[in-house]
């Protein structure tokens, strides 16, 4: 059973730092592309960042420069961490991988103030 569990989020300030992670358990994470997600209230889900088996990255151009996504595969864990944080980056923040399916973690909010 694949699972995905977030932690990490929180209240920061603008221009605060957070590193959020995510523990994944239920198959073998090292072989698979891993991404993070975010979801602002009346906003459609949108993809912040990806990282493949082999550590090539892709960001979200609202975020490149002050997001940096990487993976510890003796951990089964995927980080994202999150600097110069701005208000319109508030959302639920989402793990995902597609394992036959696509999976999802629960979620965890950031909330970042003015």
């Known amino acids: 059973q694949v699972q995905l569990v977030e932690s990490g989020g929180g209240l920061v300030q603008a221009g605060g730092s957070l590193r959020l992670s995510c523990a994944a358990s239920g198959w073998l994470f090292s072989i698979n592309t891993m991404g993070w997600y975010r979801q602002a209230p009346g906003k459609q889900r949108e993809l912040v960042a990806i990282?493949?088996?082999?550590?090539?990255?892709n960001y979200a151009d609202s975020v490149k420069g002050r997001f940096t996504i990487s993976r510890d595969n003796a951990k089964n864990t995927v980080y994202l961490q999150m600097n110069s944080l701005k208000p319109e980056d508030t959302a639920v923040y989402f793990c995902?991988?597609?394992?036959?399916?696509?999976?999802w973690g629960q979620g965890t909010q950031v909330t970042v103030s003015s």
């Open positions: 995902y991988t597609f394992v036959g399916s696509a999976y």
């Open positions: 990282i493949t088996n082999n550590g090539r990255t």
